[in-house]
């Protein structure tokens, strides 16, 4: 299923798309993930897990609006504070919790780039207008120039900067603007289905990248292995 001509702008999601995290879960780096004893983790009664770690994303989505990456810090050391209170039979101290945040916010080795990355970004430059239409926080900037990506696009649109997540209007309206592009024109390459119909409602043409461990379907979305695989859709 090829995409509608003319193509002049391709937006990226990150997460799945074009990074990935090392322990396969983006709330829990390998080093949080010895802290907090994963094979005890997982032992403990699951409700009870996904309540905690639902309590802590409720408390970060209400605090989503921020600019620094030290911000982000004190969030996520509030997170995961709240994570070893909900869990008190992990043991987790005061200081191992600080250590945990310090290590997710600024510690890039936690996450990598797909292989076929920055290969599909040079492919793209200069022929295409680049952006990146993501869900993240301001530590996102030192990981994608530690992993060579951030050069290669034109415009940045981060949830954090607007205070809300994809798949709310704001987010594709910000990026439309910043690439100065009809809509149709466009191009948005995304793991989850809710976030692309989000995008077709703004008159994206969405691409479903099925690069995750439990990918969606796609329905009636183009939809692609690997990041690589846009190469064959653009007309």
Request: charged share 25%; glycine share 8%.
């Given at each position: 299923?090829?995409l509608q001509p003319p ?229």
């Open positions: 299923m090829k193509v002049k702008g391709i937006f990226f999601d990150l997460g799945w798309t074009l990074i990935a995290p090392r322990s396969g879960d983006w709330m829990l780096s390998p080093f949080g993930e010895k802290v907090f004893q994963k094979e005890k983790l997982d032992a403990l009664p699951q409700d009870r897990v996904k309540a905690a770690r639902k309590a802590g994303m409720d408390f970060l989505d209400t605090h989503h609006l921020l600019e620094t990456v030290e911000e982000e810090y004190a969030l996520f050391h509030q997170y995961y504070a709240m994570l070893a209170e909900a869990l008190p039979e992990l043991g987790v101290s005061a200081a191992a919790v600080k250590e945990v945040a310090r290590d997710h916010v600024y510690n890039t080795e936690n996450s990598y780039a797909f292989a076929d990355a920055v290969p599909t970004l040079e492919a793209l430059k200069g022929g295409y207008k680049l952006g990146v239409l993501s869900d993240t926080w301001p530590s996102i900037i030192p990981k994608l120039r530690a992993y060579g990506l951030y050069d290669f696009f034109d415009c940045f649109t981060f949830s954090y900067a607007l205070g809300v997540y994809k798949p709310h209007p704001k987010m594709y309206e910000d990026a439309l603007e910043k690439m100065a592009l009809p809509p149709r024109q466009t191009v948005f390459v995304d793991d989850f289905t809710g976030n692309l119909e989000g995008a077709r409602a703004a008159g994206i043409q969405p691409v479903l990248i099925g690069a995750k461990p439990q990918p969606d379907e796609a329905g009636d979305m183009p939809k692609i292995p690997s990041v690589s695989g846009l190469l064959a859709l653009l007309p």
